[in-house]
Each structure stands twice: as C-alpha cells, then as structure tokens.
Nanobody, 121 residues
Framework: QVQLVESGGGLVQAGESLRLSCAAS????????VGWFRQAPGKEREILAR???????YVVGSKKGRFTISGDNAKNTVYLQMNSLNSDDTAVYYC???????????????WGQGTQVTVSS
C-alpha cells in the first residue's frame, strides 16, 4: 500500500507558476501509474495529467503548453508544473496512484489529501 502527500500549493497571482509535489511512502512510486486531478468549488473533479508506470506522460488537451507532469524515482515523487496560472486554476489539487502499467480511467486506488491552489487576478 502506498501513501500520498501533496504539497506546493498556495496563493499566487495570475501569470505566476507553481510546482506541486506528490510524495509517496510505503511503496516505490515506480510501481504505479499516477494521475493529477483538481476540483474547484461546485465543479466536478477533472483529470489534468497522467504519468504511467512505463514512463508515458499525458496532459489533457486544454492544459497542454501550461502543465507538465514528471517523476523522480530517486525522490519517490511526482510533480505537476503549472505555468501562466489564472483564476480558473483555483482548486484543490490531488494526486492518485494505481498499481498498473498504464491507466486511463479515474478509479485510482490511492489518493492524497489534496493541496489548495488559489490564483488571484
């Protein structure tokens, strides 16, 4: 079983950048496919990016060019780099993991507690 802890959220101004971290403990992250999600007040949770166990990365179309997902196996951490933030990016951001090589669904088995990102305009 793996435990996930997100960090790196905070209050930023529009146009600035943030890098969120998702640190794993209990198991090595290299055994999992990982996803980053967010949920804004009154809105459904949405997928942002995926890092597959086999190294393949995917960023949803609307976020390409602004968001990047990456992993550091030595640090057992997956990152979400977010650039050119705007008020629409205000949400709680979550990472999730599933012990599979490739996963395109939303039913991840393990979730972090989330980190708040607030973008002021």
């Amino acid at each position: 079983q793996v435990q996930l802890v997100e960090s790196g959220g905070g209050l930023v101004q529009a146009g600035e950048s943030l890098r969120l971290s998702c640190a794993a403990s209990g198991r090595t992250f290299s055994s999992y496919s990982v996803g980053w999600f967010r949920q804004a007040p009154g809105k459904e949770r949405e997928i942002l990016a995926r890092l597959m166990k086999n190294g393949i990365t995917y960023v949803v179309g609307s976020k390409k060019g602004r968001f990047t997902i990456s992993g550091d196996n030595a640090k057992n951490t997956v990152y979400l780099q977010m650039n050119s933030l705007n008020s629409d990016d205000t949400a709680v951001y979550y990472c999730a993991a599933k012990e599979t090589v490739v996963y395109w669904g939303d039913a991840y088995d393990y979730w972090g507690q989330g980190t708040q990102v607030t973008v002021s305009s």
